[in-house]
């Protein structure tokens, strides 16, 4: 297997797409979530799915807890699995890999089509957060309250068990996550947040517009941290109108 193949999930591979997008799950997250975005999109916009070590598939490989040292790793995949015009699509801690994938790929003269941050601060916004000091209640308590994690999982001790390292990790990662000042991407940005998350408030979403030197825009729904669940369709064809491609298949 090679390192593409370790770290990109193509669910539709699709000779005819005239863009990718490479997706980067949240905290805790791994490919799979995305699988569903790929499934719906249209065949002209092939989704690449990062896969984090440390989970599923990976999950005797060590994980990373320092995002600028996963950054480095993800952007080596990227640049490898990416064969035509590409976009970047992070959620939550995602969000701010896709912002420091995108600015090594820059570096490297690579500029994204556009990047799409859904419900996380903007990367210069930092609020000091310790939830991965926590016991494992406390983790489990913090879950609860973002409505993302599938209520089953609370009901599995085991499965709990098996999946709070990962979380754990991926939140120590964003915690101790600290912005360097340097070059606004010059590709666009589109920030996407619900209206009522208590991860990411209007302002500090607002504040990725520092980050980018090309256009910028902020689209709100009505939800929390995962607003994308209820409003998958809405987002996905947000994406093929500044992708200028079909969204939906």
């Given amino acids: 297997m090679s390192d593409t193949d370790v770290w990109i999930r193509r669910y539709f591979p699709s000779a005819d797409a005239a863009v990718q997008l490479v997706c980067l799950p949240h905290a805790g997250g791994s490919a799979p979530f995305y699988r ?12 690449l799915a990062v896969q984090y070590p440390g989970r599923q598939d990976r999950r005797n490989e060590p994980m990373i807890d320092d995002l600028g040292v996963l950054a480095d790793q993800v ?4 640049t490898a699995a990416v064969d035509r015009p590409f976009a970047l699509f992070g959620h939550s801690m995602g969000a701010t890999l896709a912002y420091e994938v995108a600015t090594r ?3 490297r003269g690579r500029v994204p089509l556009r990047v799409f941050a859904s419900g996380r601060r903007a990367p210069s916004c930092h609020r000091d957060e310790r939830v991965h000091l926590r016991d494992d209640d406390g983790m489990v308590s913090e879950l609860r309250g973002l409505s993302g994690t599938d209520q089953k999982v609370f ?8 999946v ?3 979380i754990r990790n991926d939140y120590r990662a964003a915690e101790t996550y600290r912005y360097t000042p340097g070059p606004a991407l010059s590709c666009p ?21 520092r980050h980018t030197d090309n256009e910028f825009e902020l689209r709100t729904y009505a939800g929390g941290h ?13 994406i093929g109108e500044r992708l200028n491609e079909p969204a939906l298949r």
């Fill in 36 to 47: 569903p975005v790929a499934q719906a999109l249209s065949p002209l916009v092939e989704v």
């Fill in 155 to 162: 009901g599995d001790e085991e499965l709990l068990r098996m």
């Fill in 105 to 107: 790929l820059e570096r």
């Fill in 226 to 238: 995962f607003y994308l669940l209820d409003h998958t369709a809405d987002v996905l064809r947000v």
């Fill in 75 to 78: 952007e080596e995949a990227v």
């Fill in 189 to 209: 940005i589109t920030a996407l947040a619900g209206d009522s998350d208590p991860k990411a408030s209007h302002d500090e979403v607002a504040a990725w517009s």
């Fill in 164 to 166: 709070l390292p990962a």
